[in-house]
């Protein structure tokens, strides 16, 4: 069974920061792609960055500059730091791990419960 959790979640002003780790426990054989997905209220789950397990990574137009994914894969952690909040950035922020359980298992999707961030204005 893999659980991912995250945390770092808060209430913070605009222009402030936070930083958000998730990590992956459980039985892992390899974790290809790391991402952090949001869902504001009202709105469709959207893709913020990614981190490939080459350290190649992406992030949406709207966070460019102002967030960086990073990863530790030792510890099967990745972590999004966000800096420079504006009250767009509030939302429920979601951990994706994209792995493999042994070799021979298929590529499968696993999902943090989510940790909320506000930022006020």
């Known amino acids: 069974q893999v659980q991912l959790v995250e945390s770092g979640g808060g209430l913070v002003q605009a222009g402030g920061s936070l930083r958000l780790p998730c990590a992956a426990s459980g039985s892992i054989f390899t974790i290809l792609t790391m991402c952090w997905y949001r869902q504001a209220p009202g709105k469709q789950r959207e893709l913020v960055a990614t981190?490939?397990?080459?350290?190649?990574?992406n992030y949406a137009d709207s966070v460019k500059g102002r967030f960086t994914i990073s990863r530790d894969n030792a510890k099967n952690t990745v972590y999004l730091q966000m800096n420079s909040l504006k009250p767009e950035d509030t939302a429920i922020y979601y951990c994706?791990?994209?792995?493999?359980?042994?070799?021979?298992?298929?590529?499968?999707?696993?999902w943090g419960q989510g940790t909320q961030v506000t930022v006020s204005s």
């Open positions: 994706l791990a994209v792995l493999k359980v042994t070799f021979w298992e298929p590529i499968i999707d696993y």
């Open positions: 981190a490939t397990g080459g350290a190649s990574t």
